[in-house]
Nanobody, 115 residues
């Protein structure tokens, strides 16, 4: 069982920045993939960004150039730096990990972009 805890959400004005954190209960080296998803009101959950243990990082087109994943292997923590935020980025953001084909999810953190 992999436990994931997100933090860092909140209210931000358009054009502002936030950094989300996802703390995992075990080392990244044991996880096949880690990712950030989001779910806006009335919409399906969508993949925002992901990285594989030995692979490259992937971003959905709508956040390329604005969002960036970083990882602290010593702390088993993944970050999502979000810049130039737009109203359409408003959503609950979820941390996801995959280990041996099993998906694990955090409880989510709400990001609201509004003036």
């Amino acid at each position: 069982q992999v436990h994931l805890v997100e933090s860092g959400g909140g209210l931000v004005q358009p054009g502002g920045s936030l950094r989300l954190s996802c703390a995992a209960s075990e080392t990244f080296y044991s996880l096949d993939l880690m990712a950030w998803y989001r779910q806006a009101p009335g919409k399906e959950r969508e993949l925002v960004a992901s990285f594989r243990r030995w692979g490259s990082t992937h971003y959905v087109d709508s956040v390329k150039g604005r969002f960036a994943i970083s990882k602290d292997y010593a702390k088993n923590t993944m970050y999502l730096q979000m810049n130039s935020l737009k109203a359409e980025d408003t959503a609950v953001y979820y941390c996801n990990a995959v280990k041996n084909t099993v998906d694990y999810w955090g409880e989510g953190t709400l990001v609201t972009v509004s003036s």
